[in-house]
């Protein structure tokens, strides 16, 4: 069955102090994986997409890689700004359709 | 940039009635998706839309439908509101054809309260 999880659930930050977030993934025929961020009250927005496995993408203080198994995304020095919730979605096989991760909720303090 | 707008951000109604959510995107793009989000369970998919005319289920369709009669609205409706089906409602559009595997742009969603 396919399957993404993520972690960890939860993350508190300060303000500068660099950290990743994971998301392992178990599919056949992976198409794309897609990071989403979310603030509360909004639909997630599209933040990258890696479609194979050594490929990296960058944008202002995130960074997302990919392996065969899983992808992380890497905040350096991050600002309260980017508290929220970060989605990672994969698709797979032949129907277009995402599966979702469960979300880490990021909080740095300043 | 791509719009996704959802026509309430918050809708209460009662037990039993007809509910419809509309969503248009203004991109021409070629599929359309519902989603619901909640607490624990992440998003979940109930309907999509490849095309005009075209629906497909998603993972968790009952006690839904949908509509898309234009390429730029796709339309979710609750034939009968039941209290279980409160929830955050979300709407998304990509751009391909046939599979495709564009990411798919949200608009903010629409909570929904069934009393």
């Known amino acids: 069955e396919d399957q993404v999880t993520q972690s960890p659930e939860a993350l508190r930050l300060q303000e500068g102090e660099s950290s990743s977030l994971n998301c392992s993934y178990t599919v056949s025929g992976l198409r794309g994986l897609f990071w989403y961020r979310q603030d509360p009250g909004k639909g997630p927005e599209f933040l990258f997409t890696?479609?194979?496995a050594g490929e990296e993408k960058e944008k202002e203080r995130l960074k997302a890689t990919l392996t065969k198994k899983e992808s992380f995304l890497h905040i350096t020095a991050p600002k309260p700004e980017d508290s929220a919730t970060y989605l990672c979605?994969?698709?797979?096989?032949?129907?277009?359709?995402?599966?979702f991760g469960q979300g880490t909720t990021l909080q740095v303090k300043p | 940039d791509v719009k996704v707008t959802q026509s309430s951000r918050y809708l209460v109604k009662r037990t039993g009635e007809k509910v419809f959510l509309e969503c248009v995107q203004d991109?021409?793009?070629?599929?359309m998706f519902w989603y619901r989000q909640d607490p624990g369970l992440g998003l979940r998919l109930i309907y999509f839309?490849?095309?005009?005319?075209?629906?497909e289920k998603g993972d968790i369709p009952e006690g839904y439908s949908v509509s898309r009669e234009k390429k730029e609205r796709f339309s979710l409706i609750l034939e009968s509101a039941s209290t279980n089906q409160t929830s955050m409602y979300l709407c998304?559009?990509?751009?391909?054809?046939?599979?495709?595997?564009?990411?798919?742009?949200f608009g903010d969603g629409t909570r929904l309260s069934i009393l």
């Open positions: 979605a994969v698709q797979a096989g032949n129907t277009g359709k995402l599966i």
């Open positions: 890696l479609y194979s």
């Open positions: 839309s490849y095309d005009v005319k075209m629906k």
């Open positions: 991109m021409d793009h070629e599929n």
């Open positions: 998304a559009s990509s751009s391909g054809t046939g599979v495709g595997n564009q990411p798919q742009h």
